[in-house]
């Protein structure tokens, strides 16, 4: 419900007030964990919990380089996101095309076999796969890590959507100009479909890099291990050093708060793209 | 209908453009998928080969084991818990940052959050504050009388905390959904309902509530297969326990194939996986094409 905003001031500073209350209360572990980091152990330890530090210190943020190789875990996560990310890109981008401008008899059926795989939950076929990749001897690669996901059902169906957005006209003018039909795809589907490019994009940085399962099978050596599961073996220390977690968290999960803040138009298009339209 | 040469270069031509993504799927979805399902039917060794055909064993064990049964009913209480709060809270949300006002956007960044955090940093956040020394959550709720239980270790308890720690990754996904949802309701019927004396509560459930209840559905299903695909969350919190309160069916499959090597069983509870996400998602393709007809 759009609602107005001509109304009595004092009402409109009420909807702020709540606006800010709640948005504070949503965020609040986030903002706790920010807060944390930067508290010493033992003002964590006091009682009652302390909610802000009252002498801040960077000292959590050395002790976590000193602690794990926190620079490798995000090395590793960037490059196996990034491989991910140009992949999807290129495989989803391929098929779309094919889905959406070529014409040919069979088309509809693998049209249902890219969609059959969104029903089918990746920790069903977890079991085979690890089997897969050991076989490979691609435990503790890259390539393990990455392979498995270099194609995604849900970024074809949302690029194939964008595709036929595109005026058939440009098609027949192209072919008539003698365009391949690779060049037709190259030089005009591609750049006039940046906005969705970018949302399978995102969504596909995004869901790698926050991989948890899949990275905890496939590595055991440390240096192989992504930043999930790197900051996850703080909690697995003999003590728990909770400014030290905290300043883990901060460091691996801001890469993701910032692709939020940039690309939260193409985030948003990606989430509501299976919701609103049917 | 027969095919002709034009017919077969066409699909060439085709399938050339679909090859990539179709051998990766074929590699790492379909053939994956039919080895669970082979898989299961077989006793393993300890590197997963199989030793000797088990038939329907597997399945008769699932039937039969208790940690099983009670795995299928922590899974049932962690989508009880969690599905239906996080989607009514995610409506108040959406609906309170659903007015046109100057930096909205601000708020509704902040509020939708947690999409980009992941369930290893949420669960470590959330550890934190379940923490029974150090945690917040105790602490406020003695403020107000409350002795807060210790929500790690009380079997009845653990599964709560679990959920709460999964409404609250969750929530950003459900609210963006729910905002583009009630962004698409036009202002006219507002108007019209304004116009018949339609006022708060009952505009609410009488206009708001069906105008959005096709992203309700959506959500209702895809939040219940996240939370059948929930690992994350679990490893870090509880472990699945304690004495098995939070092993649901991912978490069993967890165990039974890496941790106990019994790969052979753990299949077996895997297409029990897949079987469940697979009817979910055909009763949603079934409402969306009812939809789509009724257009």
Known sequence: ?278 | MRWTRRDLRSLGVGLVYLAPALFIFVVFVFIPLGRTFYLSLFHTRVTGATSSFAGLDHYIDLLTSETFRSGLTATGLFAVYTVPIGIILGLVLAVLLNQRLRAINVFRTMMASTIAISAAVGALIWLLLFSPSLGLLNYVLSLVGIRGPEWLIQPTIAIIAVSITTIWLTLGTNIIVLLAGLQGIPEEIYEAARLDGARGARMFTRITVPMVSPSLFFLLVVDTIAVLQAFTQIHLLTRGGPVDATRTIVYGIYLDAFQNFQFGFASAESVVLFTLVLVLTIIQFRFVERRVHYQ
């Open chain 1, 1 to 278: 419900m759009q609602q107005r905003t001509q109304r009595l001031p004092y009402r409109k500073a009420g909807t702020y007030l709540t606006l800010a209350l709640v948005s504070v209360l949503v965020a609040f572990p986030l903002l706790l964990a920010l807060s944390y980091s930067f508290m010493s152990e033992s003002e964590i330890a006091t009682f009652p919990p302390p909610v802000l530090p009252a002498r801040p210190t960077f000292d959590n943020y050395g002790r976590v380089l000193a602690t794990i190789p926190i620079g490798r875990y995000l090395l590793n996560s960037f490059v196996v996101s990034s491989v991910v990310v140009i992949g999807q890109l290129v495989t989803a981008s391929l098929a779309a095309y094919a889905f959406s401008f070529l014409v040919f008899r069979g088309r509809q059926l693998l049209f249902f076999l890219f969609l059959s795989t969104l029903m089918i939950p990746w920790e069903a076929t977890i079991i085979p796969n690890y089997m897969t990749i050991r076989s490979l001897g691609w435990l503790d690669t890259y390539q393990g890590l990455a392979v498995p996901f270099l194609a995604t059902a849900f970024g074809t169906f949302l690029l194939r959507q964008a595709f036929l957005q595109i005026p058939r006209e440009l098609w027949d003018a192209a072919r008539i100009d003698g365009a391949t039909t690779f060049r037709f795809l190259r030089d005009v589907v591609i750049p006039l479909s940046r906005p969705a490019l970018g949302t399978v994009a995102i969504y596909g940085f995004l869901s790698t890099y926050n991989q948890y399962f899949w990275p905890l099978l496939v590595t055991n050596q440390t240096l192989m291990r992504t930043t999930q599961v790197g900051i996850a073996q703080l909690r697995f220390e003999e003590t728990l050093r909770w400014g030290l977690v905290m300043a883990g968290v901060i460091m691996v999960a801001a890469p993701t708060l910032a692709l939020l803040v940039l690309g939260q138009r193409q985030l948003i298009r990606g989430l509501t793209a299976g919701a609103v339209k049917g």
